[in-house]
């Protein structure tokens, strides 16, 4: 075997192993160095106690150098992870569960004598229904000289985004995609109201860690021992800090969407008749986007059929309340996250390659966009061919719904703004998709004046 | 930012601070605990009381 192989573009930061990429399988190298620490996780019997809980991601041993390296120990191949999330695509809550699990990993840590040496959402990705920890590498000895080695880093990029948004009552997922690395601690410190000074666990985790750490002596303290009780007092505080906070819902212009839009002449029953009646003659479809998904009702179609299914919307309110009722459910085929289409996550990082933007990422057998095209066309000034362009640089198969200009709700778009769209046809519509696109099936849902599209990419 | 705090891996200054905070929240918690205890001794009485009206 050549050995020819690729590192991810996002491992290169820990010197215990990486992730690399050979023959399109994605495997983890284990270096000489971790061997101490890696066979006490194994040995410990922690590995298998962590993956029956779920909340590890298991992996196969491969006893085989594929990298020809001379730091080899051995080589894991992880379970495949569906679709690679970023925090800055997840709701309040999901952040809030993802901060919850690294600490109770942090905690469970401690029985077999080791500790959690990293705590960043990165190591946490959605799999099945429910968060996981993707790491192996991240648990070493414990070692009873040293604090929390994870502790600033868990303050900066879970507690600090997690407390802006509590106390602003404000979904900011977008702070993180500027501070990806975590808030620094100053920053969070002076972006938080006064009052958070007189909450003792905001005091000490944020405020006072942050004047602490700013002393030029914090950074060479005389070495005392770090007791397991004082360790495990410190993860508690923080466990019952991210507890308590909330981010209020909102009525959004979405959340009562559906509520209205269904006393329009049975207007979604119809929708989904037609939708359901097109995905019993779509063969092998495994994979969508439900793009503008709203309070996910389309995405729970595409799961009955066993259909893994992004639910991407703009709006952080119906994504972390779709959350919350996937993770009360037994629901495993749903991906809530914020995109905002007219402007999807970035690729940012070392070389703009360590995280990848969503375009990247996306690659669906089919993707859904219903009652979205007049949001971007008209609420955001898109035209129809950069659209068709987004749409076919992710999905092979596109259900799209067009919704005319007479209709009340693009009425209403415009009756605050000069109507500049005399574009916005049917005709140009269907223009600007089938440079793209084959059109299979079109088919006007009745009383509505809106119409699904099936469309399938032209191949070659 | 104070221009030495470039040259130091910033994960270091956590160090001091974990003992500060350590050292708070074992007070903390201490006074915590006994507070928990009395609250439940006197829940655990009025249970009694109610479960067994006669005692």
Redesign the interface.
């Known amino acids: 075997m050549s050995n020819s192989f690729t590192y991810h573009p996002s491992s290169f930061r820990d010197p215990s192993g990486f992730i690399f990429e050979k023959e399109k399988i994605l495997y983890r190298q284990v270096n000489q160095s971790f061997k101490e620490h890696f066979d006490l996780f194994i040995s410990s019997g922690f590995y298998e106690k962590l993956v029956k809980q779920g909340l590890l991601i298991p992996h196969e041993t491969i006893n085989e150098n594929l990298t020809g390296s001379s730091e080899w120990y051995t080589t894991l191949k992880p379970e495949k992870i569906e679709f690679i999330s970023y925090p800055w695509e997840w709701s309040f809550d999901m952040l809030k569960d993802a901060a919850l699990l690294t600490l109770r990993l942090a905690k469970e840590a401690a029985a077999p004598g080791m500790v959690l040496k990293d705590a960043t959402p990165y190591n946490i990705q959605w799999q099945r229904g429910r968060l996981i920890f993707i790491d192996s590498l991240s648990f070493e000895k414990y070692n009873p000289e040293?604090?929390?080695?994870a502790?600033?880093?868990f303050c900066e990029s879970f507690l600090a985004p997690l407390l802006l948004m509590h106390y602003s009552k404000n979904s900011l997922q977008q702070i993180m995609l500027a501070y990806p690395e975590g808030i620094p601690l100053?920053v969070a410190k002076s972006l938080l109201p006064w009052r958070t000074k007189f909450s003792?666990h905001v005091y000490?985790?944020i405020h006072?860690?942050a004047s602490?750490?700013?002393?030029?002596?914090?950074?060479?303290?005389s070495k005392?021992k770090?007791s397991k009780?004082?360790?495990l007092?410190?993860i508690?505080?923080l466990e019952i800090l991210i507890n308590k906070l909330r981010l209020p819902e909102q009525s959004t212009a979405w959340s009562a969407y559906y509520e209205e839009a269904s006393q329009r002449n049975d207007y979604l029953e119809q929708k989904e008749k037609v939708i359901w009646q097109w995905l019993e003659k779509l063969p092998g479809i495994k994979t969508a986007a439900d793009l503008g998904a709203n309070d996910g009702q389309f995405s729970r179609m595409l799961s009955v059929k066993n259909i893994q299914t992004i639910a991407a919307d703009f709006d952080p309110y119906c994504i972390n309340k779709l959350y919350n009722q996937l993770k009360a459910s037994t629901e495993k085929n749903i991906q809530p996250l914020i995109v905002d289409l007219s402007n999807p996550s970035p690729a940012i990082g070392v070389n703009n390659n360590e995280r990848s933007s969503f375009i990247a990422r996306l690659h669906v057998d089919l993707a859904l966009a219903l009652a979205l095209i007049h949001h971007l066309v008209i609420g955001k000034n898109i035209p129809f061919e950069m659209i068709a362009d987004l749409f076919q640089k992710t999905c092979s198969t596109l259900i799209i719904e067009f919704v005319p200009k007479e209709d009340e709700k693009v009425q209403l778009m415009l009756a605050n703004k000069k109507d500049i769209y005399p574009a916005y046809t049917a005709e140009n519509f269907e223009k600007a998709f089938g440079k793209y696109f084959r059109l299979v099936k079109k088919e006007t849902i009745p009383g509505s004046g809106r119409t699904l599209y099936l469309m399938t990419r032209h191949e070659g | 930012?104070?221009y030495?705090?470039l040259y130091?891996d910033?994960?270091?200054?956590?160090?001091?601070?974990?003992?500060?905070?350590?050292a708070?929240?074992?007070v903390?918690?201490f006074f915590r605990n006994i507070k928990n205890s009395i609250k439940a001794f006197f829940t655990r009485n009025s249970k009694n009381t109610n479960d067994n009206p006669k005692d």
């Open positions: 040293e604090p929390w080695i502790y600033r880093q100053a003792l000490l985790h006072l860690h602490v750490a700013k002393r030029k002596n914090a950074a060479s303290p005392q770090f009780q004082k360790f007092n410190l508690s505080s | 930012m104070h030495w705090l130091i910033p994960g270091s200054g956590s160090y001091l601070v974990q003992v500060i905070v350590a708070a929240l074992g903390a918690f």
